[in-house]
């Protein structure tokens, strides 16, 4: 039986059309750079290769921290449930390159001082223009009556012990429990989905959530911390009709989270309607 993939279903809300912007540009600049320290070194001129090897060093600063700060953003925008990146590492990265700059001209490469700030202006200046500004605004639109907190912090931590069940799952053989847990771990992300696009279906799912995600994971991880030929066929077949169970459970819950989501429309309509007749 072939391997069932993840469940990926089209949601409009997400903005899955988001594409990074690459920042391996900026290790372009570390080539020059770290020939220069290679250079100097070999010409050992020690005041050179020590002004070079500085420079390099903010420049590899920057790049890293570009990438974390794109990566946060990435994050960010093709999440429909999420805060804010606390640490605003694109500002950083941008006023960095801009110190780089100045450095590399005026100190390290023997430029006037006033070369040195205009270059790093321009590079600031370039860099926001190419990559804009970190994400300041949260998304929490549709969280109204529950704690933004509680919902994203349950939410991660269901996503992590999803993730943690994957990663014990690639050690699974038995290609039957195998799929039988992929389906569920499908109908999970399926489940935290829905909670994500209307958070207040959190307080009646909770308990799936936090019991049920946390149950399979330590039944998994038991199975794993097993040799293979240890596990008993009988404790297969209990481990199988449970996934069974696990399964239709799960359907229950996607059922009834779309009816909530219906019963949401109608009243939705409802108001309208009685809105227009006044």
Do not use: C
């Not at 072939?2 to 990074?20: D, L, V």
């Not at 223009?129 to 929490?140: I, R, V």
């Amino acid at each position: 039986m072939a391997q069932a993939k993840r469940y990926t279903p089209f949601n409009p809300k997400k903005k899955s059309s988001f594409r990074i912007k690459r920042g391996n540009f900026l290790y372009v600049f570390l080539a020059p750079l770290f020939l220069a320290v290679i250079l100097a070194l070999l010409a050992r001129d020690i005041q050179a290769f020590v002004l070079n090897l500085i420079a390099f060093g903010l420049f590899l600063a920057t790049a890293k921290l570009n990438t974390i700060g794109l990566e946060n953003e990435y994050e960010y925008h093709t999440a429909m449930l999420t805060k804010a990146p606390k640490t605003p590492f694109k500002t950083i990265a941008g006023v960095m390159l801009g110190l780089s700059t100045l450095y590399t001209a005026w100190v390290a490469g023997g430029e006037s001082m006033t070369t040195g700030v205009f270059l790093g202006v321009v590079s600031s200046i370039g860099y926001f223009m190419y990559y804009g500004f970190d994400p300041k605004s949260d998304k929490l639109d549709n969280i109204i009556d529950i704690s933004p907190e509680f919902v994203i912090q349950t939410l991660a931590e269901a996503r992590s012990k999803l993730s943690s069940i994957e990663t014990d799952m690639a050690h699974i053989r038995d290609h039957t429990l195998h799929n039988k847990l992929r389906i569920a771990v499908d109908k999970a992300y399926e489940i935290i989905q829905g909670i994500e696009a209307d958070p207040k279906d959190l307080r009646v799912s909770r308990k799936f959530v936090i019991v049920y995600i946390d149950g399979i994971k330590k039944v998994t991880r038991s199975y794993t911390d097993m040799l293979e030929h240890e596990i008993t066929t009988e404790t297969k077949e209990r481990l199988s009709n449970l996934l069974n169970d696990v399964e239709e459970r799960f359907d229950k819950e996607i059922v009834r989270l779309k009816r909530n989501n219906q019963f949401d429309l109608d009243v939705h309509i409802d108001v309208l309607q009685e809105q227009i007749k006044n």
